[in-house]
């Protein structure tokens, strides 16, 4: 069985200045709470800016992604990154589906129209359980990893704008073999 790749995160870039956008859906707020405390953190560690707002659920995530950015733009103080957090869990019905295929492709186009490096933490699970095992910070991490991911972009963005060869970007999200 192959293993992924474990970063000890003592290479990482720092990206001072760095304004990252983070929205959250709080339909399940306790897993809302790990996911966000997990995405902060690693956005903290890196010496970037979050920039936090809540929604209710999963599928206005892309809407108010691409809402803000717009609104950043035009006040010229755009983000340099976006992650979306939230969780989807299925239920009875294909509403789940629904949900979680189309946040994840509206999430994905904003992300290569508009070359954007975004860390997608939306949770799509069976159970509770799954969701919460995930979002932990002490666990998983989810939302540690969107973040660590969508900074990962944004490491790889500054490098190429700067002409730097070496596109060895030390901020390789730590990822558990378990996880998904």
Not at 50 to 75: D, F, N, S
Not at 97 to 119: H, Q, Y
Request: hydrophobic letters at 45%; aromatic letters at 2%; charged letters at 25%.
């Amino acid at each position: 069985m192959h293993t992924p790749r474990r970063d000890s995160g003592a290479d990482r870039p720092q990206l001072t200045g760095a304004r990252v956008l983070v929205v959250e859906a709080r339909y399940y707020e306790d897993i809302s709470d790990e996911l966000l405390a997990g995405a902060q953190a690693a956005i903290a560690a890196a010496g970037a800016e979050a920039v936090v707002v809540t929604v209710p659920g999963a599928l206005e995530i892309p809407q108010a992604v691409a809402i803000l950015l717009e609104a950043a733009a035009r006040a010229h103080k755009p983000y340099d990154a976006v992650v979306a957090l939230g969780c989807v869990i299925r239920g009875e019905t294909g509403h789940y589906d629904i949900v979680a295929g189309e946040s994840a492709r509206a999430l994905m186009d904003l992300s290569v129209m508009l070359r954007l490096p975004l860390g997608n933490g939306i949770l799509t699970v069976e159970t509770e359980a799954q969701a919460q095992a995930r979002a932990r910070v002490a666990e998983m991490n989810k939302g540690g990893g969107a973040a660590e991911a969508a900074l990962a972009v944004l490491a790889l963005r500054r490098a190429e704008e700067a002409g730097r060869q070496d596109r060895t970007i030390g901020f390789t999200p730590r990822r558990n073999p378990e996880s998904d």
